[in-house]
């Protein structure tokens, strides 16, 4: 481990740029592998020191610091190579196996999908990556997993070279950070290059009806896996007219027995089980199969992302405050099988809210906007629709939100927290955003 990271500095100082969970793990791995190391964030210094990171033998940026940053642009100009702490990581645990996955929607469901399953097939598994825990805290660990399933955002990906998973799992592609791309291609093109080094024998498991996603891989080098939910000729697919998912040619699982909400939580649970069905042969028999079902059944929705966090007067409150791009939230909206009170709201991130129409309408029974965006949502629904659905202009008190939401709603309704926009105008993360949304659903 210590001469390959020691070797990723060329003999020079790191500088660490950003010390959050990933950039502290990050200064922890290459000080215990003996690399001298500049560890700087603005939020704790009073500033970066630009001209020791100018000097630097190779900088690790934190997902989190935008590649304009004067750190990050010191380093450019003085032609100082740039990498994520995804790559510092796997540097230093060249002989782990792991799966990567990325996508617009649904990756961090899918991340931990595919480990919960792996690990129901006896596989000593650890998520890490975009999920939350840093792969660079895996790294300090003395004890290696069998697997590593690694969420990888766009950001994290640009920077991260020798990226070469034994699997590669691309879940979708929609518009996303826009406020930070300069266009969609661009975003775009940092999620492809999770296949930056697929060969003739790399394996991805890609999303049969995502025509952005089939077009940026049909022509890739390795083996192609797909799943779909109507294409009868994909590995893993789902049969609507028997309500059954079914993966290698044999059914897997009925649908009512799958303990989440959506249908693009089918497609999930179908991309999680053809992903672990590639990357371990041994389970490609019906007790494989009958394994990958019982790791479904015993699956529970993660906090934040299309969450039931519970039932009050015959009202069902929904948490997807992860939510944060438009197509996640229509994705949200269209899941829903009651009349939905939708709270649309937030920090904008660019794109507008007229791609949701379709979804407003044959789903919602009230649209709430409210935070920075209101004003934007308000401007680009309202007329559209006509007045099909009723959209309401709220604030930034998410406790007048939560309170309106209460008085619309009737029993048998849902209300639904898809924001379609980040939360940083009202709260410190989504996190938070949904434990607010949970609490005071919950009249707690």
């Not at 790399?202 to 009806?209: C, E, M, P, Q, T």
Request: net charge negative.
């Amino acid at each position: 481990m210590s001469d390959a990271l020691r070797a990723l500095a060329a003999g020079g100082e790191v500088a660490v740029i950003g010390l959050g969970a990933s950039g502290r793990a990050a200064v922890q791995l290459l000080e215990a592998a003996g690399v001298p190391v500049y560890g700087s964030d603005a939020k704790i210094a009073p500033g970066h020191d630009l001209a020791r990171i100018a000097r630097a033998g190779v900088v690790v940026a934190s997902p989190g610091v935008p590649p304009d940053a004067p750190p990050l642009a010191a380093a450019k100009a003085a032609g100082v190579p740039i990498v994520s702490e995804i790559e510092v990581a796997l540097r230093a645990m060249p002989d782990v196996p792991y799966i990567g996955i990325t996508g617009t929607n649904g990756k961090t469901t899918v991340t931990a999908l595919i480990a919960h399953l792996l690990r129901a097939l006896g596989r000593k598994t650890i998520e890490a990556g975009n999920i939350g825990t840093p792969l660079t805290a895996i790294a300090l660990g003395g004890d290696k997993p069998e697997w590593m399933v690694v969420e990888l955002s766009s950001f994290q990906l640009h920077d991260t070279p020798s990226v070469a998973p034994q699997v590669a799992v691309l879940t979708n592609l929609a518009p996303d950070h826009l406020d930070r791309y300069h266009s969609l291609d661009e975003y775009y093109g940092d999620k492809q290059l999770l296949f930056r080094n697929a060969s003739s024998s790399s394996h991805r498991v890609v999303n049969a009806d995502d025509a952005e996603v089939m077009r940026r891989t049909q022509a890739l080098p390795g083996v192609p896996h797909r799943f779909s939910l109507k294409d009868s000729h994909a590995e893993a697919w789902y049969d609507a007219s028997h309500a059954m998912l079914m993966l290698g040619g044999a059914p897997l699982l009925e649908r009512h027995l799958l303990p989440l909400l959506g249908d693009h939580n089918v497609a999930n649970a179908l991309c999680a089980a053809l992903a672990v069905w590639v990357a371990d042969p041994t389970c490609q028999t019906a007790a494989g199969r009958a394994k990958i079902a019982a790791g479904l059944l015993s699956f529970h929705a993660i906090p934040h992302r299309l969450e039931p966090v519970g039932e009050v007067d015959g009202v069902l409150w929904v948490n997807d405050s992860k939510a944060t791009n438009i197509g996640a939230a229509r994705t949200a909206l269209e899941g829903m099988t009651r009349p939905t009170v939708l709270l649309l709201g937030g920090r904008h991130k660019g794109e507008a809210y007229t791609a949701m129409l379709d979804a407003v309408r044959q789903h919602a029974k009230v649209v709430l906007a409210y935070g920075e965006a209101a004003a934007t949502i308000e401007a680009d629904l309202v007329g559209a629709l006509g007045g099909a659905v009723p959209v309401e202009r709220l604030g930034s008190s998410f406790e007048q939100v939560i309170s309106r939401a209460r008085a619309l709603a009737a029993p048998g309704d849902v209300v639904l927290l898809a924001p379609a926009c980040s939360s940083y105008d009202m709260f410190k993360n989504y996190e938070e955003r949904g434990a607010t949304f949970r609490r005071l659903a919950l009249g707690q």
